[in-house]
Every structure is written in C-alpha cells, then in structure tokens.
C-alpha cells in the first residue's frame, strides 16, 4: 500500500518560507509524477506545483511562480515543495499526491491515485 506523509507546514509571517516534504513509502515514486496541491477554507482544491515522471518538467500556477520550487530526492524516494516569499492567501492546507502510471506528465486532479493526508500552512500578515 503506497503512502504520502507530509511535513513541514506550520505558522509563518507574510515573506518569510518554508520547505514541505512528502516521503513516499510502499513503492518506489522515481519515474512518477508527483504534484502539490492546497485548499483554502471555503475554497476548492487547486493545484500549486506538479513534476513530471521523469523529471524533466515542472508546472506552477500563476500564483506562485517565481516564490515556489517544487523538486524531488529520488534516493529517499521524497518530494520536496519550497516556499518562498509567502503571502497571507498562500493559507491553505497542502496536499502532495503522485501518478500511479510512469512517465507522465498529469494534467487534472483526477489523474493522480496517491495523495497524503495534508499539512497545514498558516501565513500571517
């Protein structure tokens, strides 16, 4: 059974960063893409970041390009999502999720199988 465990969120004020993990356990993630989505109270899910499986293409929403890297450390089999220069409507709860399927790149929501059970990210002003 494949699992996504989030890490890293918590409470920062507006400018300042933090660094999201998501350690993938039950099966090798290297050739998958992966991707980070949040929610918002009230709001639905939106997607921030995605890479495709082989690494080689990564999408942003126009919301956070240029403040946020998404990456990954195929070694520790983990996905990484790097926030900077944070805003107050980047509060949200962050979902990381994966392709069951090699080497694509995921277009919608529905194409990603895994997801983690989120973390939540406050930003103050």
């Known amino acids: 059974q494949v699992q996504l465990v989030e890490s890293g969120g918590g409470l920062v004020q507006a400018g300042g960063s933090l660094r999201l993990s998501c350690a993938a356990s039950g099966r090798t993630l290297s050739t998958n893409a992966m991707g980070w989505f949040r929610q918002a109270p009230g709001k639905a899910r939106e997607i921030v970041a995605a890479m495709s499986g082989n690494g080689g293409r990564m999408n942003y929403a126009d919301s956070v390009k240029g403040r946020f890297t998404i990456s990954r450390e195929n070694a520790k089999n983990t996905e990484f999502l790097q926030m900077n220069s944070l805003k107050p409507e980047d509060t949200a709860v962050y979902y990381c999720?994966?392709?069951?399927?090699?080497?694509?790149?995921?277009?919608?929501?529905?194409?990603?199988?895994?997801w983690g059970q989120g973390t939540q990210v406050t930003v103050s002003s």
């Open positions: 999720a994966a392709d069951a399927e090699s080497w694509t790149m995921p277009t919608t929501e529905g194409d990603y199988d895994y």
